[in-house]
């Protein structure tokens, strides 16, 4: 699809409203009320890139998330789809080396690869126009980055602005997928709560303060029975300045926004059945592993093993949170629990 008009439709679009969906959630606010700081049962669903690689794959995860809200509220985190995250910031690299002309046209690519994945959604008409809005909107953020001319200081706050993109885009389509589902659902930036420092590109965030914005967000959307679909990697300077957590970091805001609202469980969502003793792909010993304390699946880490981001574990543990670790595209596989030693173990 051809963008080259995108930035003339962003003036009218921002004239009617950015999106239904922060009225959604404004009404969901002022209707809940004090509900929203009741106990909720919550399951906090992670989607990574390779579960949400085109439309396909965004409705098969939009079915694990409705078979779950049958019975719980679901909170769910996602990540961009994969390969946006390094193309975006390969942009960033272009621009700084003053390559502005191919800049563009890597990013109108990459915002046609999402609108491919919107009409791949197959959603009634007036939705995916709401849809396309959105996409446009943040479309004309993104290409906004991009100087008629000169070069850009290549800072890390450029980089994240750029790297953030991803998320916020990928939230928005499984968003709809979602709704395509029968899940009420919306949007959530994570920039709107999780407040971090400013050490770009590796922010560490300040979690009291995240945990307050985020509970008066995301509480009263579960009480509503609303799914929120939150942005992970990025979050905000106590001045609104986007940043991101560090690469691989999504597992980690998981973690964080499973915390926020108090998540009984944080469910990861990949594309293995789990965590094993060896990399399986490499090793015909490696043997899948059913169950970990917190302290094994630390000291596995530890020695090199791709088990979770290093941030996750010391959250979860914590907390007494269960964290599992399943493949989206075998989901009749238990996968890896990982949390408190369960009583039957003990005898």
């Not at 019975?71 to 769910?76: C, G, H, L, P, Q």
């Not at 919306?186 to 509970?215: H, I, K, M």
């Not at 009263?220 to 560090?246: M, N, Q, Y």
Request: charged share 20%.
């Amino acid at each position: 699809m051809s963008l080259e008009n995108v930035q003339d439709e962003v003036a009218t679009d921002r004239r009617v409203g950015f999106s239904r969906a922060g009225a959604a959630r404004k009404d969901s606010v002022h209707r809940a009320g004090a509900a929203g700081t009741q106990p909720l049962n919550v399951v906090a669903f992670k989607f990574g890139g390779s579960s949400l690689l085109g439309a396909e794959r965004m409705l098969h995860a939009a079915g694990l998330v409705r078979s779950a809200a049958a019975a719980s509220n679901v909170t769910v985190i996602v990540s961009a789809m994969k390969g946006v995250t390094d193309h975006l910031l390969s942009v960033a690299h272009g621009l700084a080396d003053g390559k502005l002309a191919q800049a563009r046209r890597e990013l109108e690519d990459l915002l046609a690869l999402h609108f491919e994945v919107l009409h791949d959604l197959h959603l009634e008409e007036d939705h995916e126009l709401r849809i396309r809005r959105e996409l446009k909107l943040l479309g004309g953020d993104l290409l906004h980055e991009v100087p008629a001319e000169g070069r850009v200081a290549p800072d890390a706050e450029l980089f994240d602005r750029l790297a953030s993109f991803g998320e916020r885009l990928s939230a928005r389509l499984f968003a709809a997928a979602l709704q395509k589902a029968g899940v009420v659902a919306v949007p959530v930036a994570s920039s709107d709560f999780v407040v971090t420092c400013d050490n770009f590109r590796d922010a560490q965030p300040y979690l009291e303060q995240t945990r307050q914005r985020g509970r008066a967000i995301l509480l009263p959307l579960l009480a509503e029975s609303i799914v929120p679909v939150v942005t992970g990697f990025i979050g905000a300077t106590p001045d609104g300045r986007i940043t991101t957590l560090g690469r691989n970091s999504s597992d980690f805001s998981g973690a964080i926004i499973a915390h926020v609202v108090d998540a009984q469980e944080l469910v990861i969502w990949t594309d293995v059945d789990g965590i094993y003793t060896a990399n399986p792909n490499e090793s015909a010993e490696a043997s899948l592993l059913h169950e970990l304390s917190y302290d094994e699946a630390h000291a596995l880490a530890a020695s090199g093993a791709k088990v979770l981001h290093a941030k996750v574990l010391p959250l979860a543990a914590e907390t007494e949170m269960v964290v599992w670790v399943r493949n989206t595209f075998n989901p009749q596989a238990r996968g890896t629990r990982i949390g408190p030693i369960q009583q039957e173990e003990l005898t």
